[in-house]
């Protein structure tokens, strides 16, 4: 692994371009000088967390996480009152998804590596970005203080600091859960008990896909399918026609969520698209395959609970081996040849839009989940028409429990950068209803520009000999302009992921101070009914919430959030908001 920065020599080339660029920012300077902080921020953590480590060691030799859960309790949101007050305003606001546009600047330079994208990808040694090390650091803290109270309150984890098991998670979990997860599963909840006439139960995966629909409301068209005589392409290079029908084709899919909600969604808000035009077809890990069995375990994987698959087994996909393992390069290749020569038979048959989600858990191995990411942009680029649409489910690359994946910054920039050069328009989005705790992300794309096989030939090579934290393509071949784009979008959900922490944290810290609170009286009734000694008055005092924050009897009590009150106060009246804003009917 090679420690880089932004070369200066790529902005040299020309005059112009150097001039052009040096007028905006100085991205070498940027980058350095968030890099010494970066480094002196490491530095003065790793001394204090050696002086730390000293201290708790002499008194102590038990868990690292009952040593510093300890240390951890209202008190220390005393001292940060700022903290405090961002953390509970955040659950009063209605702060805007990340919807990050990708920009194609005009520099001539930009221009050049751009056409000649597809020629340089090939697989190199990594490059990273100081500039990121120290959000990981602090996500590397946040959690690091999460795993500590959930040890003290004896919340199951496993070896990584994760609930062992969902059934294992106990009822205060989910209560903190469902406060620090906002609108993710809070809003499908609300959704499928107030609204009766759904045509099956819906998850979360299906308002992410409404809410993106919403956003970007030309990806099912709103121009008449049926009756249009004469629909004029978007893009120059494309000719025009008369569609005949919408065609989808959803990878990595099962159970099947997203393919009830597309239709559903085009069926309220698409009046001019007839469901008999309607076309889909969809891919997903066979669970019938016993090459699969052997490797994920009989029974774990997606089940067919819509009985999507059962109900409609020519429109499911298993590829050449049978087992719809999308990372397999022989498989994609059947995927491509199906399409392209069996399911769009008239001449002006298109496929309108591929949409993915696929993702497994940050409890396997990051090889796999990086590998997922990538076979899911090359299963795009074989599988799409010209002028179509793709809504794909990714993840930004660093994985806490994998520390070595730091390193996989270069990687995340390489396959981001194939759908920058292959669709006309591209956006970033993580939706309201996307995990804030998570690296979750989509990649909408339009206007697919086509591409040649000598070059998904060359992608199908880079799928089958990656590694873990390869990088796709030389630094100096993508634009710096482009570079700094992603650097930010992975600090804004880096940014997310962290203060999302803390506030879990916060909560864990109110759950574990109630719980004190209530033994601590259970011990003073026992001991008497009427006395009450100095020690504990000055003990309930200091875990009373509203000594630290001043509006905590208006807004915040950490008595008072665990209860049916909060979620109908505060969380509903959100959920409705969310409807609102994308109405949803």
């Not at 919340?155 to 994760?162: A, C, H, I, Q, Y």
């Not at 393919?259 to 969604?265: N, P, T, V």
């Not at 497994?360 to 076979?375: I, R, S, Y």
């Not at 599988?383 to 429990?401: A, D, E, Q, R, V």
Request: aromatic share 12%; net charge positive.
């Amino acid at each position: 692994m090679t420690r880089s920065t932004i070369k200066k020599t790529t902005i040299k080339k020309t005059k112009k371009s150097k001039n052009q660029l040096n007028n905006i920012f100085n991205l070498n300077n940027l980058f350095n000088n968030e890099n010494s902080k970066a480094l002196k921020l490491s530095k003065t953590s790793k001394t204090s967390k050696t002086s730390k480590t000293s201290k708790t060691s002499k008194t102590s030799k038990t868990s690292k996480f009952q040593k510093f859960s300890k240390q951890h309790n209202l008190n220390n949101y005393n001292k940060d009152k700022k903290l405090l007050y961002k953390i509970v305003s955040n659950m009063y606001s209605l702060d805007n998804p990340i919807n990050y546009h990708l920009i194609n600047y005009n520099y001539n330079e930009t221009k050049l590596l751009v056409k000649k994208g597809l020629d340089n990808f090939k697989l190199c040694k990594s490059y990273n970005f100081d500039i990121l090390n120290e959000d990981y650091n602090k996500i590397e803290s946040v959690k690091n203080t999460t795993h500590s109270l959930k040890y003290e309150i004896n919340l199951p984890t496993n070896e990584k600091g994760f609930s062992a098991n969902a059934k294992e998670i106990s009822v205060n979990e989910k209560e903190v859960r469902s406060i620090e997860a906002d609108f993710t599963r809070g809003v499908n909840t609300y959704i499928n008990i107030n609204y009766k006439n759904l045509p099956i139960k819906f998850s979360n995966a299906f308002c992410k896909l409404w809410e993106i629909l919403e956003v970007f409301d030309d990806i099912v068209p709103r121009y008449n399918i049926n009756k249009v005589q004469h629909h004029q392409k978007p893009y120059q290079h494309q000719k025009s026609y008369q569609p005949q029908k919408f065609k989808v084709f959803h990878i990595a899919e099962a159970p099947g969520n997203m393919i009830e909600g597309l239709k559903y969604f085009t069926k309220k808000k698409r009046k001019n698209i007839n469901l008999n035009h309607y076309d889909w077809i969809a891919n997903s890990l066979n669970p019938n395959s016993l090459k699969n069995q052997e490797i994920y375990g009989k029974g774990k994987i997606f089940k067919d609970d819509y009985k999507l698959i059962k109900n409609n087994p020519n429109k499911w996909l298993w590829g050449e081996d049978d087992t719809g393992d999308i990372t397999n390069t022989t498989n994609i290749k059947w995927f491509r040849d199906y399409i392209n020569n069996k399911w769009l038979k008239n001449k002006d048959d298109k496929l309108d839009l591929i949409c993915g989600d696929g993702g497994l858990g940050t409890d396997n191995d990051p090889f796999l989940l990086h590998k997922l990411d990538l076979a899911q942009v090359i299963m795009v680029l074989a599988c799409s028409s010209i002028g179509g649409s793709c809504i794909i489910k990714h993840f930004t690359p660093y994985i806490y429990t994998s520390h070595e994946t730091k390193n996989s910054t270069s990687f995340f920039i390489g396959f981001l950068y194939l759908y920058f050069i292959t669709f006309e328009k591209v956006n970033l989005f993580k939706p309201y209803t996307s995990n804030p705790d998570s690296g979750e992300f989509y990649v909408i794309g339009t206007g697919f520009k086509g591409i040649n096989e000598k070059h998904l030939t060359n992608l199908y090579s880079i799928l089958d000999n990656f590694k873990l934290n390869d990088g796709l393509i030389k630094e100096n071949n993508i634009p710096e302009t482009f570079t700094i784009q992603i650097i930010n979008f992975l600090k804004k959900i880096n940014k997310l992921n962290i203060n999302t922490t803390k506030k879990y944290n916060l909560l864990l810290t109110c759950y574990k101070e109630i719980n004190y609170k209530e033994n601590e009286n259970k011990k003073i009734k026992k001991n008497s009914k009427n006395k009450y000694s100095k020690k504990s008055k000055e003990q309930l005092t200091s875990y009373n919430l509203s000594n630290i924050y001043k509006l905590s009897n208006k807004l915040f009590d950490c008595n008072l959030i665990f209860n049916k009150d909060f979620k109908n106060n505060v969380l509903v009246p959100r959920y409705k908001k969310w409807i609102e804003l994308y109405h949803f009917e």
